[in-house]
């Protein structure tokens, strides 16, 4: 079946780093995505990951991949107040034309 | 980035009445276009799948009587919630795939999101 679980919450002191978890079942999935909603917006894609790599690193942003867990991490380095907002983990399954699976999102609080 | 409109930002309707969203894509042609519903403080759940030219597929559980979706061009796709009902107030959020997948490569599967459109039925 398809499901996407996350932590509903994560608070963390500016300038920490934060790491947000996401677990998936579909062993097809083929793209793993990280989305970030601010208050009141809609989505803006803040990385993704092809299923057959490890990691991949983006400025701050680190996702970690762990295929055989169905584990997802997304880690923001050096946290600032403009991080808090929701963040989604999502999969795709085949890679063209199908919508996305999204878990409930983690509610990130950044406190300075 | 391809930028993904939606219009209007925010209703306020009476209950019986029907509202109509639009989604646009601004600067890119999209055949396929999602329409998502999301509760407070809940995930994003599918709606639909809107193709253009062609009938939306609804996930089950959706009423297409109910939410009824056009895709008439490649840049524009519309919700209509007919007969509202204060349980429909909910944030609904469209998604274009581009045609062609916009600077990421053939097999990216990226989806633009709108902004959102928060309906609220009294």
């Known amino acids: 079946g398809e499901d996407v679980e996350q932590s509903l919450f994560l608070s963390v002191r500016e300038g920490d780093s934060s790491v947000i978890n996401c677990t998936y079942t579909?062993?097809?999935?083929?793209?793993l995505y990280w989305y970030k909603q601010e208050p009141g917006a809609g989505l803006q894609l803040l990385t993704y990951?092809?299923?057959?790599?490890d990691m991949k690193q983006d400025q701050r942003l680190t996702v970690l991949l762990n295929k055989k867990d169905k584990h997802l991490s997304l880690r923001i380095a050096d946290t600032q107040t403009g991080d808090s907002a929701i963040y989604f983990c999502a999969e795709s399954i085949f890679q063209a034309g199908t919508a996305l699976i999204f878990g409930k999102g983690t509610t990130l609080s950044v406190s300075s | 980035g391809a930028v993904v409109s939606q219009h209007p930002s925010r209703v306020i309707c009476k209950s019986g009445t029907s509202v109509k969203i639009e989604c646009r894509s601004l600067?890119?042609?999209?055949?396929?276009m999602f329409w998502y519903r999301q509760f407070p403080k809940q995930s994003l759940m599918l709606m639909a799948t809107s193709n253009e030219g062609s009938k939306a597929t609804y996930e089950q559980g959706v009423e297409k009587d109910k939410f009824l979706i056009n895709h008439a061009s490649l840049t524009l796709s519309t919700l209509t919630v007919t007969s509202a009902h204060p349980e429909d107030s909910s944030f609904y959020i469209c998604s274009a795939r581009a045609v062609p997948f916009v600077g990421r490569g053939a097999s990216y599967n990226e989806q633009f999101f709108g902004p959102g459109t928060r309906l609220t039925v009294l």
């Open positions: 990951i092809f299923s057959n790599m």
């Open positions: 579909d062993s097809s999935s083929t793209y």
């Open positions: 600067d890119f042609q999209a055949t396929t």
